[in-house]
């Protein structure tokens, strides 16, 4: 009954999305346009680099040489190996989806457990700060964006340090993440025009995943329009109606529906716009960032709906700020 149910909803979802997709041709086309142009005006040149050269750190080994120099900083913190800490210092500095592959790389070659990668998964998977600074912060014009990038970072951090210090599940499994074994030494190579070749073509292959999914997810974006177009027309007050489309869209590609939040706040000025709004919803990440970190997690052993619970989790927190401060 549950299948035949779900096997329903996705017939007349995709017989909807079809019919949409010939009666506003234009919009959908439109929609795609401004999907592939976020991917490659903004994606590949704040991303592709950063995914080549860690794929290449992580194959090579290199990567534990800068945990070593991380310990200082992040391990009198964490008190975590130090691959671990490669983990997390590049999840944050290089954004999403870099903190899913460098965590899939690192399952891959066999250097973390599957309860390792499910505890830096759980809060190293955010947007970038490059990504912050030449897409999110300009659009909603913030002033004192430092505030903003500190504020977006010490929420997922913060968690991370709960996780690791007062959630149970983790407190049990504290001598498998507090053990470095000096023994991964050895798997680094002289090999290193094949680890770049592997994190060449692996980057390429996830860059272009990315990049479809934003195509895609941002087609469906027709569906939130059509949502503010009937409530404009049966709500007795339709003051909202934009407002509650462009929330929808964020949750089902993030870059699309900032966009029209942004639009919405330029064009009327009476409706506020909390400034943590945006931030909750860019932590949650929307539909297409979640389909985006499964792809990269296949064949893992990660599951998807822990990841979307820690998420969840933490765009909560966000939103807890919009009705504190």
Known sequence: MKKRLIQLIFTLFCCSFLVLLFLY????IALASNGLLIWYRNMIPSLFPFMVLSGFMVRSGLSYKIGQWLQPILGIFFRLPSHMLYAIFMGFLCGFPMGA???????EKEQITLKEGEFLLAFCNNIGPLYMFGYVIPLFDYQKAWRILVLMYLVPLGYGFYLRYFSPLIRKTFPLLSACSASKENLISPNYLSYFQQSLFSSIEQITLLGGCMVFFNCLLIFPKMLEFFLSQTMINSYYSPFLSAIFSSLIEIGGGLQQLSLISNKNNSLSLPVFLPLALLTFGGLSCIIQTCSILKNTGLKIS?????KFVQACIFILFIFIL
């Open 101 to 107: 592959k460098i965590v899939a790389d690192m399952l």
């Open 25 to 28: 041709s234009k919009e959908c």
């Open 306 to 310: 822990t990841y979307i619970k820690h």
